[in-house]
């Protein structure tokens, strides 16, 4: 076989692959629909962020995704400790140490609000939104380190919550999403005094909900006690052993995190990260939490109403591994039922309560595949090719890479030789791929700060055949608006690659709306957009 028959022969196998695992699916239904998890929490768990960056284009992408794995409940995303700069209060980015203001931070998470809204109204109208009555919650959050923790700083942070929940207001107000301030509020960072003065300045804002999803660090039982705690174990009497880390109190805890110093009392999303010395111990940090709502009720103040549960076990794969004795690497799962365990063994039921969300926080991007073809935009950097293989969980076999120029598509196969393989470019950042898997496997990668999508009005240069872009144009809600934004007559098609459903929903020019599969386009979403000729697309 010469040189030519060999590269045409591997065009082949790709073409036949990746259509084979595109099409075969078509008359499947959908595939691989998250269930829920019981009436507490509603569905299952979310995926909160240690925000890398304030890039508004790495913000909708998360939103898309949200939607189309369903997500409700609650999520936190994580800026960092307290700022003041140039006159604005702000965050220190916890991902890259970078000052970013209130304003930027609510143009960033108005982007996550656009990509939700939309996408999640798309899988609605079509009746695949498994959850259609459920809310979603966004905590933005900050916490009480550093030394710009200060009333004027709560009242900023409460302040950008009331804003955005006022965006969702105005623009999505079917939406169900509700926008709430957090903290990490963690007795080691810093003094109750201070905590408590941030606190009093989020509270002056009213009507905005401040969730606390710290710890509770040095409290009873702590970790010098722990190793002697059964779990039908008391806490000590009144006045004896209920204090935590740096002065903090139970008393302190209990303020701050439902009491919430006369705010609203949202309910604390606790840290529940250590795991339990053995089967018959509890996890120590959701002990803590549990006495903390028992001094409560014993000094005569209600019962802590939990939100949910925070765990960091994808926070823990990301950096290879959190190695701490016990590990702090609890899954979702684990850290919520390890909490309602606690909170369900004082014997007469004095802080009995259920939880409503898990959340687990992640320093990565990341995506799940089904088996099958999952398309992601990527918002990581750029991978050589010859890392894939050591990049990219075991059940993927294969990747994909739409070239427009070439009309056709650049492959990875995992276990070919280099010299096989025409992605010789690797993954690259801002562009789709389409990853082929043999079942369902977590990927995961730093995000990039150069990511971007195109800009608004951008001209996009087709040639004739099928051209995949990232849509960087607005919103087009109904197949109508597809046809009036994509007007030059050549366009005779589009396609968007649904991975839940394992097809392609279309849009043919000139078909009824009835017939379209494809309803709407979303910025910051992947398309094939067909064409008769070469010309020019602008995405308004």
Same mark, same amino acid.
């Given at each position: ?333 684990? =850290? $919520? @039922?390890?909490?309602?365990? !606690? ?5 007469? %039921?004095?802080?009995?309560? *259920? +939880? ?102 951008? =001209? $996009? @240069?087709?040639?004739?055949? !099928? ?5 960087? %144009?607005?919103?087009?809600? *109904? +197949? ?61």
């Amino acid at each position: 076989m010469n040189n030519a028959q060999s590269h045409a022969w591997r065009n082949t196998l790709a073409w036949a692959t990746a259509l084979l695992i595109m099409w075969t699916a078509v008359g499947v239904g959908l595939l691989g629909q998250p269930e829920r998890a019981g009436a507490d929490p509603a569905a299952d768990p979310t995926t909160s962020r240690y925000v890398p960056n304030t890039t508004q284009g790495w913000f909708l992408e998360q939103g898309l995704y949200a939607a189309d794995e369903w997500t409700v409940g609650g999520l936190v995303f994580a800026f960092g400790r307290p700022d003041y700069q140039s006159g604005s209060y702000g965050t220190r980015i916890i991902g890259s140490n970078e000052f970013a203001n209130v304003a930027d931070m609510r143009v960033a998470v108005s982007w996550f609000i656009d990509g939700y809204s939309n996408r999640r109204e798309q899988w609605e109208r079509v009746g695949l939104f498994p959850f259609p009555n459920d809310y979603l919650t966004i905590v933005i959050g900050t916490s009480n380190d550093g030394p710009t923790v200060s009333y004027a700083h709560g009242q900023a942070w409460a302040q950008s919550a009331q804003a955005l929940q006022s965006y969702v207001n105005a623009y999505y107000p079917n939406a169900k999403i509700r926008v709430s301030g957090g903290v990490d509020l963690e007795p080691g960072f810093g003094t109750y005094s201070d905590a408590y003065n941030w606190v009093l300045g989020y509270n002056s804002v009213p009507n905005r909900p401040l969730y606390n999803f710290g710890s509770a660090d040095g409290c009873w039982p702590s970790q010098f006690d722990y190793a002697n705690v059964p779990v039908e174990a008391q806490p000590p009497p009144l006045g004896i052993g209920w204090v935590c880390d740096n002065g903090w109190t139970h008393d302190n805890i209990d303020t701050l995190s439902f009491q919430n110093a006369a705010g609203m009392a949202a309910g604390p999303l606790p840290e529940i990260y250590r795991q339990p010395l053995s089967s018959s111990y509890l996890s120590q940090n959701a002990w803590q939490w549990a006495k903390v709502s028992l001094w409560a009720v014993l000094f005569g103040r209600p019962r802590i109403q939990f939100a949910g549960s925070l765990s960091q076990s994808g926070a823990c794969a990301d950096v290879g591994g959190c190695s701490y004795s016990p590990p702090t690497d609890l899954s979702p799962q684990a =850290a $919520f @039922a390890q909490l309602y365990a !606690a909170l369900y063994s004082d014997p007469v %039921g004095r802080t009995a309560w *259920t +939880p409503n969300w898990w959340t687990d926080i992640r320093w990565h991007d990341n995506f799940d595949t089904k088996a099958g073809a999952t398309e992601h935009v990527w918002t990581g950097s750029t991978v050589p090719m010859n890392q894939l293989a050591g990049k990219l969980p075991a059940a993927v076999s294969a990747v994909f890479g739409w070239n427009n120029a070439t009309q056709q598509f650049n492959f990875w196969y995992r276990g070919f030789p280099d010299s096989f393989q025409t992605l010789t470019a690797g993954i690259q950042t801002s562009k789709a791929y389409m990853f082929q898997a043999t079942g369902a496997s977590d990927i995961h990668f730093p995000p990039s700060p150069s990511f971007a999508i195109p800009a608004q009005n951008s =001209a $996009f @240069a087709i040639v004739a055949g !099928a051209n995949q872009t990232v849509w960087g %144009g607005s919103n087009l809600a *109904t +197949p109508s608006d597809i046809n009036n934004v994509l007007s030059n007559p050549s366009v005779t098609a589009v396609f968007w690659w649904d991975n839940s459903g394992q097809q392609f929903r279309f849009w043919y020019r000139g078909f009824p709306d009835s017939f379209q599969t494809l309803k709407s386009m979303q910025k910051g979403a992947s398309y094939f957009i067909q064409s008769s000729a070469v010309g020019t697309i602008f995405m308004n």
